[in-house]
């Protein structure tokens, strides 16, 4: 599933082109996704102008005039296609190219704008249909089912030792799954999760209320952590992602991030940290796979 990075790829990808345009026309080419579409799907978008596009934790939202926020979620394999009257396009990356089969394009957004000339569309392609949309007005979003109840943004200002000794006091949860916690930070997953952890040297089966002082503050390492997430999720939105599985931006191109994983699928090559002599090894915890270096991260 694409994590925080990509789905930020993809906002940035689509901004320029959805934001201050008009949506003239919606094709809703089936009934559902993972989920049925919202009644009146197509009648509550025509004609509505996009004021602003954001993301909260791995959800798009689309603010529209009408007062109502659309909701995406890509799911597993989801992807919007850009096509301008001269080009097209992908904003995204992912490891296995992203599907361009009308088959699977199940929802077309017809819009125009500053960024979106007459004739520009915007596609909604999923092959396993995992993904969803739907529509709430502004003033319940934060209380919509996919939303409520999500932690801080990793990088938001809030990140901090601070904040993570907060979250992580006398929890005996191993860290990586306090990490994974949509409750605790919305938007981590695991690629991301496996990399600040190697990068702050601790490691992922640690309980996550030993990096906590009996007087509450956050040890050194848990300060450098917040450091590390925050720096190494910055690195992949830069690269445009990670290019695993099935990210694409939304120009076509793949990302690049992956070529910089220190452990995550790395198994049995050499820890990249130059001072030390581990090799990477992969584990299991609640049915995902966890790669760190036994030697460094402690």
């Known amino acids: 599933m694409p994590e925080l990075p990509e789905v930020e790829t993809v906002r940035r990808g689509l901004a320029p082109v959805m934001e201050g345009a008009r949506i003239v026309r919606v094709e809703q080419r089936r009934a559902n996704l993972r989920m049925p579409f919202p009644g009146r799907f197509v009648e509550r978008l025509e004609g509505a102008s996009v004021t602003a596009l954001s993301r909260r934790a791995k959800y798009l939202l689309?603010?529209?005039?009408?007062?109502?926020?659309?909701?995406?979620?890509?799911?597993?394999?989801?992807?919007?296609?850009?096509?301008?009257?001269?080009?097209?396009?992908?904003?995204?990356?992912?490891?296995?190219?992203?599907?361009?089969?009308?088959?699977?394009?199940?929802?077309?957004?017809?819009?125009?704008?500053?960024?979106?000339?007459?004739?520009?569309?915007?596609?909604?392609?999923?092959?396993?249909?995992?993904?969803?949309?739907?529509?709430?007005?502004?003033?319940?979003?934060?209380?919509?089912?996919?939303?409520?109840?999500?932690?801080?943004?990793?990088?938001?200002?809030?990140?901090?030792?601070?904040?993570?000794?907060?979250?992580?006091?006398?929890?005996?949860?191993?860290?990586?799954?306090?990490?994974?916690?949509?409750?605790?930070?919305?938007?981590?997953?695991?690629?991301?999760?496996?990399?600040?952890l190697w990068r702050a040297g601790l490691a992922p089966t640690l309980p996550a209320g030993e990096t906590v002082t009996k007087a509450g503050r956050p040890s050194k390492r848990l300060g450098v952590l917040a450091g590390a997430i925050r720096a190494v999720l910055e690195e992949a939105v830069a690269a445009g992602g990670s290019s695993l599985r099935d990210h694409r931006q939304t120009d076509g191109e793949l990302g690049y991030f992956q070529h910089a994983f220190a452990v995550y699928d790395r198994e049995g090559e050499p820890c990249a940290r130059p001072t030390c002599s581990g090799v990477v090894a992969r584990i299991v915890q609640s049915g995902r796979s966890t790669f760190h270096c036994p030697v460094c991260q402690r």
């Open 62 to 196: 689309v603010d529209l005039s009408t007062g109502e926020v659309l909701i995406a979620h890509l799911g597993m394999s989801g992807s919007f296609r850009i096509r301008l009257p001269e080009a097209e396009t992908t904003p995204g990356e992912f490891h296995i190219p992203r599907d361009r089969s009308a088959a699977h394009d199940h929802v077309v957004f017809h819009v125009e704008g500053p960024g979106a000339p007459a004739g520009t569309t915007v596609t909604y392609n999923d092959p396993r249909r995992f993904g969803f949309m739907d529509l709430v007005g502004r003033g319940d979003l934060t209380a919509h089912p996919s939303l409520v109840g999500l932690g801080i943004e990793p990088l938001g200002n809030e990140l901090s030792g601070d904040l993570l000794a907060k979250l992580f006091e006398g929890k005996a949860a191993p860290l990586k799954a306090a990490l994974l916690d949509q409750r605790l930070l919305a938007g981590l997953g695991n690629i991301y999760v496996c990399e600040a």
